[in-house]
């Protein structure tokens, strides 16, 4: 079985920009319905073979400790992978602490036409960013003062307050097409894992990262499930 301890976690610290968001439900979820997105809501996953989480499962947003250790356990793996096809939106991270957000958003625009994304401030900005590159459309959230806003307004009103030094790191896994993919934005690109479904997403999530878990020997991870409301 794959645990995944509760601690809450922040994303990693690249330099001073925006403040860490928390991996917590209850600051993602009112993110989510600020900008637009209704039907959905973040959970706790306690354990990845949990089959209480609801279903449909669409996203996991993992957070781990530890990031440079995981850059060289992931190096050989990406060296190796097949980048995943322009279908899978995809952006990398120029924003500073942005990484949990960037899992959320990276989570959102891979579901277009499965969930209801509404016509707020991040349908808006998918429309503008899926009309630009890669890194054009981390520069496109750098200048949306909307969505800068409503990131702002959650990191800081978490139940912990960050400190200091933030070596966590957010990254997703979510279904598309009948499969997995895992979207970590200071990647060169997207990764296939395999197949999955909404009835199995959240196991199958556990499966991919089980390796690094194991590798990092470390507790401090912390995962979260997008499911219907």
Known sequence: MCSVFQNRLFCLKMAASWTPLESNPS???PMIEKMGVSGVKTVDVLFFEDESIGKPQYAVLLCFPEYKKVDEIMKPIYEQAKPADDSVFFMKQKISNACGTFALFHSLANLEGRIN?????FAKWLVEA??????ERSDLLANNTELAGI?????TGGQTAPTGKVEHHFICY??????LYEIDSRRPFAREIGTTSDET???DAGAACQHLIE?????SFSAIALVDQ
């Open 117 to 121: 994304l509404g016509d707020g401030s």
């Open 174 to 179: 979510v279904g598309k097409n009948g499969f």
């Open 130 to 135: 899926k009309k630009v590159g890669v890194e």
């Open 151 to 155: 990131h702002d307004a959650a990191a």
């Open 201 to 203: 997403l959240v196991k």
């Open 27 to 29: 600051v993602i979820n």
């Open 215 to 219: 590798k990092l020997d470390n507790v």
